[in-house]
């Protein structure tokens, strides 16, 4: 994919998403030039739509992986609760 936005966007278009997140626990930004801290700064006044955040979610979604999925295996097993849909299996 080629684009001709500067890489600031990105940058504040990362740390944007990051700030709606209420779970981050990273550091937001760490700028290494003053191209990188304008990006993170401009991120404050830089407003994600719902749909931009799903549409990240969704391209940056990954399974979650061990022991996350051996749980839920056993939980199928022994009849319980879903975690991930709800539902009693």
């Known amino acids: 994919m ?3 936005a500067p890489k600031a ?3 504040t278009a990362a740390v ?3 700030l709606r997140r209420p779970t981050s626990f990273a550091p937001p930004t760490r700028p290494r030039n003053a191209e990188q801290l ?3 700064l401009a991120a404050c006044e830089f407003e994600l ?3 931009h955040v799903r549409r990240l979610d969704a ?3 990954q399974p979650p992986g061990y022991p996350y999925e051996l749980l839920e295996a056993t939980r199928q097993r022994a ?3 879903s975690v991930r849909s709800g539902l009693v299996l």
Do not use: R
């Open 2 to 4: 080629t684009t001709s």
């Open 9 to 11: 966007f990105y940058v």
């Open 16 to 18: 944007s998403a990051s």
């Open 38 to 40: 304008a990006g993170g």
């Open 49 to 51: 739509t719902d749909d």
């Open 59 to 61: 391209a940056s979604a």
């Open 79 to 81: 009849g319980m609760v």
